[in-house]
């Protein structure tokens, strides 16, 4: 079965720190970039983070840059997302997803980010 399922999502306090998974399995993880996507209540899809098939580079927006880091293990099919000095405004569902060549866009199901105090 193709499929992304992420998960580590919940509550953390602005200033606190949460990691992000992304699992994969039924497709060829290792040959695609992939991306983490958030979407905040009443906003749109924002990218956020993206990574090269072989993780050799990464590109963040301008929103997480120098807070968030991306990262892959193409052995574990796995993908993170290291999220610190976290704000208010991080509070979003975070998707992972991929563009497979034969079937298109892979989405996961998302996990809530909530930063409240």
């Known amino acids: 079965q193709v499929q992304l399922v992420e998960s580590g999502g919940g509550l953390v306090h602005p200033g606190g720190s949460l990691t992000l998974s992304c699992a994969a399995s039924?497709?060829?993880?290792?040959?695609?970039?992939l991306r983490w996507y958030r979407q905040a209540p009443g906003k749109e899809l924002e990218l956020v983070a993206s990574?090269?098939?072989?993780?050799?580079?990464?590109n963040y927006a301008d929103s997480v840059e120098g807070r968030f880091a991306i990262s892959r293990d193409n052995a574990k099919n796995t993908l993170w997302l290291q999220m610190n000095s976290m704000k208010p405004e991080d509070t979003a569902v975070y998707y992972c997803?991929?563009?497979?060549?034969?079937?298109?866009?892979?989405w996961g199901q998302g996990t809530q980010v909530t930063v409240s105090s």
């Open positions: 990574i090269t098939s072989t993780g050799s580079s990464t």
């Open positions: 997803m991929t563009m497979s060549t034969f079937h298109g866009q892979i």
């Open positions: 039924g497709f060829p993880f290792s040959r695609y970039e």
